[in-house]
């Protein structure tokens, strides 16, 4: 493509970044979008979001087929998998989708630039492609949806073949007998799951005393719990010190994070999950003035950094590093550009963490309200007496939901059980309009479903829960 000039430049093709051009070209603007990959979707679409589920429903299955349809009288023998058709089907599953957005572009005559862009200057990116030639993109405005990268360990080189990322960890040719997970966040206990399910041997390491940091610790405890049941092995308030690939496998120090004596654990597989670091440093953003804090680009409410005509959106400022917060802020951004009054809380973005069973959070949890002083009133119902959860037979977990002590208006929601994922979002909307306990309580469910337990949850906040 020649040199061009439009409305926005966005760079990155991420939840955030392709997002962002869509609804700009909803909007009238003209857009080119700057990616260095050949398909676009960036991370999540290509080597995280969509590729992780796809082999944690694959593995789901196969672990249902192998452990779970006796109790409903279905016979299956013998169960087996077949590694190279799963990840072959994860691969298409990715191919799916990536040729969705290109789809959408075209729709939306969204220029696709490839290449790896640096802002030049305001209202110009010069974009360098794979044979090193270059071109330059004008537009009045830009936007910088980067984001991130995995975060390595002091003393562990990331070769993704024996030391991997979430990236090599989604494409291994073969299922090792032996995983130490370096991290106890979203990434290392989905990905654990996975390759535990299909009978690997997995160490999760947590430099904390607890798992999912920043999750309700009454959450946490009972997943905690059910993933030792499934064969997940956790070594707390331990940190990793070092980390030696050989012919064989991988020899890994561990030492208690307080101080002490190191030992050695061998392993086939080590996968470094201790989270993401904003993908900032190519940018040339310190010789434009554009003010960053620990790599994250600094934003006003509506995104705009240090220099004019210059906007960031997702896991390269802060908040919340996940692909539909990402999605969100592109949305607002572009809106706020276009004069519309919109915003986006933080507060309010629900995490979802794809184990089984699902855990679902948003908002306040209880540690957070009680260091903060907030009287609240708590409500719980468990799976165990939800009619639905008992037909399909997965009972473990509950609701949890935190409400004002005043007020009653909702403060936080936790679930753990079948379908977090998606339960959570009553809750979601719920505080996006200031809702009550009461308001859910007095919304009639339907029977028989799981969103029954999220009724008796708010009712229990007033102490007058009808079925337990």
Not at 27 to 46: I, Y
Not at 84 to 100: E, F, L
Not at 114 to 141: L, Y
Not at 236 to 260: E, M, R
């Amino acid at each position: 493509m020649a040199d061009g000039w439009y409305d926005l430049a966005v760079i990155g093709a991420g939840p955030g970044g392709y997002v962002a051009a869509i609804r700009a070209a909803q909007l009238g603007m003209s857009v080119a979008v700057v990616e260095s990959r050949e398909r676009l979707g960036g991370t999540c679409l290509n080597v995280g979001c969509i590729p992780s589920k796809a082999l944690l429903q694959s593995s789901h299955l196969y672990a249902e087929a192998g452990h779970g349809l006796a109790a409903h009288g279905i016979v299956a023998p013998n169960v087996s998998f077949d590694l190279a058709t799963m990840m072959a089907r994860k691969d298409k599953v990715v191919d799916q989708n990536t040729k969705g957005i290109a789809f959408l572009f075209k729709k939306h005559k969204i220029a696709h630039v490839r290449g790896t862009g640096r802002i030049a200057a305001p209202g110009a990116v010069e974009v360098t492609d794979a044979a090193s030639a270059t071109q330059s993109v004008q537009a009045k405005r830009i936007i910088i949806a980067t984001g991130s990268n995995p975060a390595t360990v002091p003393g562990v080189i990331i070769d993704e073949q024996r030391i991997v990322s979430s990236t090599g960890a989604l494409t291994l040719s073969a299922v090792p007998e032996r995983m130490v997970v370096v991290g106890a966040g979203y990434i290392g206990l989905e990905l654990g799951s996975v390759w535990a399910r299909l009978g690997t041997e997995v160490t999760v390491v947590e430099y904390l005393d607890r798992i999912l940091p920043g999750m309700d610790q009454e959450v946490a405890t009972l997943a905690q719990r059910l993933l030792g049941r499934q064969g997940l092995t956790f070594r707390l308030s331990t940190k990793i010190t070092g980390a030696q690939a050989g012919a064989s496998g991988v020899s890994v120090s561990l030492a208690p994070a307080a101080g002490g004596d190191a030992e050695e654990l061998e392993t086939d597989v080590v996968l470094v999950a201790v989270g993401r670091r904003p993908n900032t440093a190519a940018l040339g953003l310190e010789a434009l003035g554009v003010k960053l804090d620990r790599g994250f680009i600094t934003v006003d409410k509506t995104f705009a950094t240090t220099v004019p005509g210059i906007f960031a959106i997702g896991d390269c400022i802060a908040g919340p590093m996940l692909a539909h917060k990402a999605s969100e802020d592109g949305v607002v951004c572009v809106e706020t550009i276009a004069g519309h009054d919109t915003h986006i809380d933080y507060d309010k973005v629900p995490g979802v963490v794809y184990t089984w069973p699902e855990i679902a959070s948003v908002g306040r949890s209880e540690e957070t309200l009680k260091q903060d002083g907030v009287a609240y009133a708590a409500g719980r119902f468990p799976f165990t007496a939800t009619p639905r959860a008992r037909a399909n037979g997965y009972t473990d977990g509950f609701i949890k939901i935190l409400a004002d002590k005043a007020t009653d208006r909702v403060l936080g929601v936790h679930i753990i059980g079948a379908e977090a994922g998606t339960l959570i979002h009553e809750a979601v909307l719920a505080m996006e309009l200031g809702g009550t306990a009461a308001d859910i309580a007095r919304t009639c469910h339907a029977h028989p479903t799981l969103s029954e337990a999220m009724k008796e949850a708010a009712l229990d906040v007033a102490g007058r829960v009808l079925h337990l």
